[in-house]
């Protein structure tokens, strides 16, 4: 029997008892939108501009929890977000004035992260100018004959020429020594690709400009794309003129960013080390974030191999991903801690009920590695919110924001399964707040099992 295997019966009595348990705890906050709570205020935001990166939440949420919990708790000095995306919450944290880590997996957030900082912490305006007039030179000069590093999904997805400067690009960006006015330069010119590309991110996938030279089945049409050297331009102008902005906003401390994947970092942290989490996991949706920034990874050398380890070492939310029990049984030697956390896990009876569920419809799911997703999201983020009770101190408060998924009509209250595991592992849960409108199933299933909404929401644990 496989580590996650537990045998349960067909029913929805679980589910409706775990609803009884914290239907007082479910409030609408009519401050909440799907604004605050992704990345679509960040849009006009100096320095959060820059990088069209959709997974985070906005600077507002971020204040606007900071500023709560300085009124109602005291000053919280030490904040964590263990999922940073491209780093709101340590930036604005520490613009803040408070001290602030951020644990990343994704290079390409890593990137746009250590650019921020570098700009609103210690590169000078007249450097920056000087570095970038001297890539911008490099690029309508160099004749270089390399080639791009394609993966198998970015292949035609630039024009000759446009591919051309890119490497250019990236040939001075490598004998630039390591600085960071380098770090903002990479930000740059990662941030222009899929303006510059025949592609464009649509959910987890990229779609395809008729021009691109691959066989498609269906195309888009971008309109005019401007060739690399015209769009970075731009981009370094912006970057420019948002310099004092962003050493406004985000300037003082700097935030420690650390690349790697919380499921191996949280275990080297020590306890009681951070007052305060605002973090937003990858949800249980199949969203498969190396597929939509592969644009970028390609840009950043990523392999074939590369990707597919970095798409195993991700919390597992897609249905490529395989278990990682074993894996993690191993790290944690058998613990206590791990103990406690298979324990919550196999005791979740309305995850288990649900589970069982799709395995009776196994055979009519879209995909039917969609019940090893679910399996390995739950396992993983308990581990993690294991881990979080270990080292958030007493009295320190966690925030997350998450959405709840549907597979063959069946609805996953990840909500309520989540708070239930943080109440096991030593939490309260003192709110679960969700948007006034929830967000609409997908339209394949509404056309099977009719339109339902599905609760996005902001949780609040406290640990004891």
Not at 113 to 130: E, H, L, M, P, Y
Request: hydrophobic share 35%; charged share 25%; proline share 3%.
């Amino acid at each position: 029997m496989s580590l996650l295997s537990v045998q349960t019966t067909s029913s929805t009595f679980e589910q409706e008892r775990l609803y009884k348990r914290y239907e007082h705890l479910l409030q609408v906050n009519n401050s909440l939108s799907r604004k605050t709570v992704s990345y679509q205020a960040n849009k006009s935001v100096p320095g959060l501009r820059w990088m069209k990166y959709k997974e985070g939440f906005s600077i507002n949420l971020v204040s606007a929890i900071l500023d709560e919990a300085t009124k109602s708790e005291g000053c919280k000095e030490r904040i964590l977000d263990p999922f940073a995306g491209m780093g709101t919450v340590p930036l604005v944290s520490c613009g803040k004035g408070y001290s602030a880590t951020g644990i990343e997996i994704m290079p390409v957030g890593i990137v746009a992260t250590k650019g921020i900082v570098a700009a609103s912490n210690g590169v000078r305006r007249s450097d920056f100018k000087r570095t970038a007039n001297k890539l911008l030179e490099h690029i309508s000069s160099d004749k270089g004959a390399l080639t791009f590093n394609h993966l198998r999904i970015t292949k035609g997805a630039f024009s000759q020429y446009t591919e051309s400067q890119i490497v250019s690009a990236t040939n001075f960006l490598s004998e630039l020594r390591e600085s960071p006015c380098k770090h903002i330069l990479q930000l740059a010119c990662m941030s222009v690709l899929e303006e510059v590309s025949y592609t464009r991110k649509d959910g987890q996938y990229l779609r395809w400009d008729g021009r691109a030279d691959r066989t498609l089945r269906s195309s888009i049409n971008k309109g005019k794309i401007p060739s690399f050297y015209n769009a970075l331009s731009l981009r370094l102008l912006e970057i420019y003129t948002d310099f004092p902005h962003v050493k406004k906003l985000f300037g003082g401390k700097h935030p420690k960013v650390i690349e790697n994947s919380c499921l191996r970092h949280l275990q080297l942290m020590n306890k009681n080390s951070y007052d305060l989490v605002i973090m937003s996991p990858p949800y249980a949706n199949r969203y498969d974030y190396t597929r939509t920034y592969a644009l970028e990874l390609a840009f950043l050398g990523y392999s074939e191999d590369d990707v597919k380890t970095l798409r195993q070492d991700l919390l597992s939310a897609t249905v490529e991903n395989k278990s990682k029990a074993e894996e993690l049984q191993q790290l944690y030697k058998n613990s206590s801690l791990f103990k406690n956390v298979m324990r919550a896990y196999r005791e979740q009876e309305a995850l288990q009920e649900i589970l069982f569920t799709l395995e009776q419809h196994r055979k009519e799911l879209s995909n039917q590695h969609v019940i090893r997703l679910i399996r390995n999201y739950f396992l993983e983020m308990s581990l993690v919110i294991a881990e979080l009770g270990r080292i958030v101190s007493p009295g320190g408060t966690i925030y997350m924001v998450n959405d709840n998924v549907q597979y063959h009509g069946v609805e996953v209250p990840v909500d309520l399964i989540l708070s239930n595991f943080a109440e096991q592992l030593g939490f309260t849960c003192e709110n679960i707040w969700h948007l006034p409108k929830g967000k609409g199933n997908s339209s394949q299933q509404m056309g099977r099992f009719g339109r339902k909404e599905i609760r996005k929401c902001v949780y609040r644990w406290k640990n004891a």
